[in-house]
């Protein structure tokens, strides 16, 4: 009788760590940085980031957080499953900026993701077209 107990409460433990691990298995987390892309550039430290999230392509929410002195930031206990998908948003300087869509591959838990801004000016010297469309 006491073996049969203790046989169940291992059984028991067995399962539940296996729940558990597969709970944590689905958790991953976007880590990401600010870059000043101008040249003698300010600081990025301080800036609120949101992750927006989306699943099967329509937004269900989002979180901020602020970037620390280097201009990095971290998003965690995020989905990995395969129908999520993340974008990252701010404005610097008045200026918005987002990341390209971020999602996680088979087996990924960790993504990282690198924001280029740039300090605004009002030197029209500074400012090129790259690009231009007319229609």
Do not use: C, W
Not at 4 to 20: E, H, Q
Not at 105 to 125: K, L, M
């Amino acid at each position: 009788m006491i073996k049969r107990v203790m046989l169940t409460v291992t059984l028991l433990m067995f399962a539940l760590a296996g729940t558990a691990l597969a709970a944590e298995a689905d958790q991953g987390a976007i880590e990401g940085q600010l870059v000043n892309g101008t040249n003698g550039g300010g600081s990025v430290a301080g800036v609120d980031v949101t992750l927006k999230t989306y699943l099967n392509g329509s937004e269900t929410g989002s979180a901020t957080a602020t970037t620390d002195a280097g201009g990095k930031f971290i998003f965690d206990n995020l989905s990995t499953a395969p129908e999520y998908s993340y974008d990252i948003t701010l404005v610097y300087q008045e200026a918005e900026y987002n990341s390209e869509r971020l999602s996680f591959d088979s087996g990924q838990s960790n993504r990282s993701v690198e924001v280029t801004v740039y300090d605004s000016t009002t030197s029209p010297e500074a400012i090129k077209v790259a690009m231009a469309h007319t229609v």
